[in-house]
């Protein structure tokens, strides 16, 4: 006991006094890992976790180790801010990564400009970048982009009349208001707007009153999880033949599994991550999306999803900055994050303005198309 | 028309699903009173077993009953490691242990599956049938062909057999029935493991049509408790009816109002129920002497 407390004594000293040795450069991370919104946490804290391991064996950052602190808000905003204090203050970080959800990324937000910290959200609301805040920044592209992007391909078909079937969840009724609040300035009409329950279990009801309506010509389902995938069983059920849209939220082959048959030929609008064999070879985005594809498949025996891709984007984007900034200043950090220009991720490729602390344009989102249970790209 | 006959097909499907959860709720409450809020938890350890099962390679005809048997021990083990060592615990306390043990399933399923969504072929193919304008899935019959056997059977061996009688007396007066003999214990024990074997097989039905993740279990058994409530607690018949109702009120009010005010019209209607009759549509009217 005695001797095992004193050897717990000398290893502590040993680690206390190694410190200063070996400078590191810690990054925070608070992440829905566990709970409502495990979906895109989980990814993404097992994203960042390779790409620090990968780093490190690398020989770091400009020399320098890099310490992962990651925190699990479970997506309670309360929790987020609590660990985002706990990151600035306790475990002095340099910069921070996360809120997976638009909760906890708002709760958190404000410390950073109180401490002067660069942050990168994981989370898709456009409120967590417009207005700009200084030190906050955001990898995904919002459902806004998503909306925009479909109704633009419905428009380049000739078509203009849409039925909205969207679920009820939190990312559902996000991306259905976006449509909504978009549609007219995309040149389209939404003639039926109807909802479902999360978990519900068939929705031909809904479908069915979607095809009644007059003059319908195409249907979009903003949802995730199981949602979309009953509405697309449900749709092949009912012999339905009108264009048929989900959205990102459901960009994965666990999709296409669940959906089965009655995927095929529908569309929606995803980051490259599906089709990482059929980009161009000129395609900047090629590169990092076949890394990414292998190094997650290796080491988690999975296919990674567009959520993981939004942590892999934002650890790249900030490793870059901190490289460029020569300096582990935490202000230098954001003003070399700010300067980004032309970074190719998964997702897409960003410049950060002033201006613009998204850096992304409707050109990250690719219209893909099911054929032959696979995804493929719709020519623009 | 044939919207008319799609919303009732899809109210049936779905009201066949709830029935045969609320059909789990109903022989627990029949042996003991207690509303066990982790029957939800055995719809999902059915439909997840069924799906791993599927997913290594094993045929569904056996993946099916081997499904159901986990539910079973799972519904065993609750009875015997939560329920019983609870002891004359009041039955607040007993029903408070049965949330406590859908967190608990929920937290292990997690472990031991995954947190993805999983779903697996309808028994007869997944090609829709036409039914006069409208479309059935074959998995939908196996659904309700499904609730509607349970229900025949639960009505059956409550009524009619000297274990289910042995329950209803478990229920009734547990001292009383021990003091004529019956084994309290035992009937416990076989309420448990066949509300739980209903429960799973339940979820070994619907997977295919609702898919299935670790963490649904929490709004099925809401929905099957309500039809649970509204057909009235301890009654097959009132399950049966209860989540058929359900169903329809559902699919009628997506059909024809708005598939906004779906759910809130099935609970105005339990609301309503509620108020007239307390003791729902089938239920018996439950008598406290003092």
């Known amino acids: 006991m005695r001797r095992q407390a004193v050897a717990a004594g000398v290893s502590a000293l040993a680690i206390l006094t190694a410190a200063p040795a070996i400078a590191e450069i810690r990054i925070g991370a608070s992440l829905a890992i566990t709970g409502p919104a495990a979906f895109l946490g989980d990814p993404e804290a097992k994203t960042l976790e390779m790409l620090v391991e990968e780093l490190n064996a690398n020989g770091g950052i400009n020399g320098e180790e890099v310490e992962l602190i990651v925190y ?56 967590i970048v417009d207005p700009v805040q200084e030190f906050v920044f955001k990898t995904p592209h919002t459902d806004r982009m998503a909306c925009e992007k479909i109704f633009a391909d419905i428009t380049a078909r000739g078509l203009s009349k849409v039925g909205l079937i ?75 033949e009108l264009p048929f849209y989900q959205s990102h939220g459901v960009a994965s082959d666990a999709f296409l599994d669940l959906a089965g048959e009655a995927a095929e030929g529908l569309r929606l609008p995803a980051t490259p991550l599906l089709i990482p064999d059929q980009l161009a070879e000129d395609d900047p985005q090629r590169q990092p999306v076949q890394d990414y594809i292998a190094a997650y498949e290796e080491k988690y025996g999975e296919k990674p999803s567009t959520f993981g891709g939004y ?70 | 028309m044939s919207e008319l006959l799609q919303f009732l097909i899809s109210g049936i499907t779905v009201g066949a699903i709830y029935a045969a959860i609320a059909l789990g709720f109903t022989l627990i409450y029949n042996a003991s009173g207690v509303v066990n809020f982790a029957q939800g938890e055995f719809v999902v350890i059915g439909g997840m077993t069924a799906a791993a099962l599927i997913g290594a390679g094993v045929p569904v005809w056996i993946a099916a009953p081997l499904a159901v048997i986990a539910g079973m021990l799972v519904g065993v083990l609750l009875y015997r490691l939560a329920i019983r060592p609870a002891g004359q615990a ?75 009688r042995g329950i209803r007396a478990t229920a009734s007066n547990r001292m009383a029935a021990a003091l004529v003999g019956i084994n309290t214990g035992r009937a416990m024990n076989l309420s448990f493991a066949l509300s739980a074997a209903i429960g799973a097989l339940a979820g070994v039905l619907a997977t295919p049509v609702t898919f299935t993740s670790y963490d649904v279990g929490v709004l099925m058994a809401l929905k099957g408790f309500s039809a649970t409530m509204l057909g009235g607690v301890g009654s097959p018949l009132g399950a049966l009816a209860g989540g058929l109702l359900i169903g329809l009120i559902e699919a009628l009010t997506a059909g024809y109002i708005s598939s906004d005010y779906k759910d809130a019209s099935a609970f105005i209607v339990i609301l309503l129920v509620l108020f007239l009759r307390p003791q729902g549509l089938f239920g018996a009217r439950i008598m406290e002497r003092v």
């Open chain 1, 166 to 240: 969207s679920g009820t969840d939190g990312f559902g009724a996000s991306m259905r208001e976006q449509c909504l609040d978009v549609a007219e300035a995309s040149g389209v009409e939404i003639v039926a707007d109807e909802s479902y329950g999360a978990t519900d279990s068939d929705m031909t009801p809904q479908l069915t009153n979607i095809a009644a309506t007059d003059g319908i010509e195409a249907i979009v389902n903003p949802g995730f999880g199981q949602g979309p995938a009953v509405v697309t069983r449900n749709y092949a059920q009912l012999g339905l």
């Open chain 1, 311 to 380: 942590a892999y984007d934002a650890f790249h984007l900030l490793v870059d900055a901190i490289e460029r900034a020569g300096s582990t200043d935490p202000v230098e950090i954001r003003d070399a994050l700010e300067a980004t220009e032309g970074h190719a991720g998964v997702t897409g490729v960003y410049s950060f303005t002033p201006e613009d602390h998204m850096g992304l344009d409707l050109s990250a989102f690719r219209i893909l198309k099911v054929a032959d249970g696979g995804w493929k790209p719709v020519e623009e």
């Open chain 1, 72 to 127: 699990d808000d479970g997506a309670d905003p309360n929790k987020a801010r609590t660990f985002a204090t706990r990151l600035i203050e306790e475990d002095e970080v340099v910069a921070v990564i996360g809120g997976s959800s638009t909760g906890a990324t708002m709760a958190m937000a404000p410390l950073f400009a109180d401490y002067e910290i660069p942050f990168i959200s994981l989370a898709g609301a456009v409120v």
């Open chain 2, 90 to 164: 009041p039955l607040v306390s007993l029903i408070i242990i049965t949330i406590g043990a859908s967190i608990f399933l929920r937290g292990a399923m997690q472990a031991v599956f995954d947190k993805q969504i999983h779903r697996y072929d309808g028994f007869s193919g997944d090609a829709p049938l036409r039914v006069g304008g409208a479309t059935i899935l074959p998995q939908s019959l196996w659904i309700i062909g499904g609730s509607v056997a349970v229900f025949a059977f639960l009505a059956w061996f409550l009524n009619r057999t000297r274990a289910g």
